[in-house]
């Protein structure tokens, strides 16, 4: 990846709007600025859209929807800022976290209202963090289905999709700003496409080893859990051109990945009253402080192994999630009758298995106190049969990235802005702050919906008042 700054020879085409990544912020990013007024095109590096978007749950964050209000929902932008906030301990930047929080309902609405995506506030259960039920999503909750409703609206659109365009390199002028992109075809070749302004829609660098060594050395030998694709070609750029990065260490992890399987569990069957177990049959942790610390808490059990517990209860509201659904599928989830054939299962003393159990069911009737700091007593304890599935900790993607300010305008040193270069979703610095224990449930998605229309209708602005 580098940047060209001498162009011997005129570009093939040319679009005002260009946008890298056609996931969800990149689709968001070329329909606010097809909507301003400008002609954009999309380049995606792979055949068929997918990336991170489609490999997540695809719930998106937002307080005091319309959609809220109609299914009786109580919640407002403040409480969700609010809990961004908390949940990052106070070293995210809260500037951003107000404004992200204050932007996403008119998100969410315009994505219903003008693009007729099929989201729905969600009631039925609630992340670790979501003070309120700030989740909503398309029928499915599945990545996928929330980026097809997507690609469909760019398509009624008539916005250019370029696939299979991966690319490699910017070209740049003197000032930093950015006249094309050049991108690489699967036989080879190149082709190039100039541009007024760019939109780098990439996400991060999760697929990066190197990199992951550099910024997360803890999760280096950790299963990655995210798209290929993600090799870190925003920062890259970004760096070269002199824009700032922050929070290069964040990153979304996930506790409860099954082996060998490699899907997850839909994290409900924790939030309802499951827990983990090590080898041993004893609980480490405060499962339910949130699914992306609950990953090296996982990895540093003996075998970087835990056993996820839960039961039918648990089990049928979880089942709601794609991915809970992909386990039970692939027979990653087992169901057995008895502490005994537990046990044995996990391959644990019986006897200290039966001590952790009866713990928490103790917890769950409030007649004693976790150690370890959760509460259990607001939901019942588990009872047979229970489910069980054997779990490692994974790395989903990554946080950290550019430095944008509300436009998602790249920022330099200075606090100045490059002339005509925008960032959001995984390629923009998150709201996670500085580790893992930051990442509430669904800001990936929210930074890249919200990110992704301001930086197009800024965009199309930027190339109107040039033209």
């Known amino acids: 990846m580098s940047i060209i700054t001498e162009v011997a020879e005129a570009f093939e085409v040319h679009f005002p709007v260009v946008v890298i990544g056609a996931g969800a912020c990149g689709c968001c ?118 980026l097809e409703a997507l690609l469909q609206a760019v398509a009624k659109g008539n916005i250019d999709i370029l696939t299979a365009a991966h690319a490699t390199d910017l070209y740049a002028d003197g000032s930093g700003g950015v006249t094309g992109v050049r991108f690489r075809r699967p036989d080879g070749r190149l082709e190039s496409v100039g541009c007024d302004a760019l939109i780098l829609a990439c996400n991060g660098y999760g697929g990066n080893p190197e990199m992951i060594k550099r910024y997360i050395p803890d999760m280096a030998d950790a299963h990655y859990h995210g798209h290929v694709g993600n090799q870190g070609d925003a920062v890259a750029w970004g760096l070269a051109l002199g824009a700032t990065v922050s929070d290069m260490g964040s990153y979304q992890g996930h506790g409860a990945v099954v082996t060998p399987h490699m899907v997850h569990l839909g994290w409900a069957c924790i939030t309802e009253g499951g827990y983990q177990v090590n080898q041993r049959g004893e609980r480490f942790s405060h499962e339910n402080e949130g699914y992306s610390e609950q990953a090296r808490k996982v990895l540093a059990q003996p075998g970087g192994l835990a056993w996820t517990v839960f039961d039918a209860r648990c089990h049928e509201v979880a089942m709601q999630l794609h991915s809970h659904r992909d386990a039970e599928a692939a027979g990653a989830i087992r169901r057995v ?49 229970y489910y069980v599935a054997k779990v490692t900790g994974a790395l989903f993607h990554t946080q950290g990235g550019l430095d944008v300010d509300g436009e998602g305008r790249v920022m ?10 925008f960032a959001g979703g995984g390629a923009a610095r998150g709201l996670s702050g500085p580790a893992d224990w930051g990442y509430l449930s669904g800001s990936g998605l929210l930074m890249a919906t919200n990110l992704g229309r301001l930086a197009g209708t800024a965009a199309a602005r930027l190339v109107s008042a040039s033209a």
């Open 337 to 385: 009758q008895s502490l005994a054939e537990l046990a044995a299962y996990i391959g644990c003393p019986e006897d200290g298995l039966a001590t952790t159990m009866t713990d928490v069911e103790a917890m769950a009737r409030a007649e004693r106190r976790d150690p370890l700091g959760r509460d259990f007593s607001t939901h019942p304890p588990l009872t047979p049969p």
């Open 29 to 146: 990013a070329a329909l606010a600025a097809h909507e301003g007024g400008a002609d954009v095109v999309l380049l995606e590096r792979d055949n068929q859209p997918r990336g991170s978007t489609a490999l997540s749950g695809g719930q998106i964050p937002a307080g005091g929807t319309r959609l809220q209000d109609e299914a009786g929902i109580a919640d407002s932008a403040l409480l969700l800022a609010q809990d961004l906030i908390a949940k990052a301990k106070g070293q995210n930047d809260a500037e951003m976290a107000r404004h992200i929080a204050a932007e996403a309902a008119e998100t969410i609405e315009w994505l219903v209202d003008r693009h007729e995506v099929p989201l729905s506030a969600l009631s039925s259960f609630q992340y670790p963090g979501h003070s309120a039920p700030h989740m909503h999503a398309t029928p499915g909750l599945h990545g996928a289905e929330l």
């Open 412 to 421: 330099t040193a200075d606090g100045s802005v490059l002339p005509n270069l």
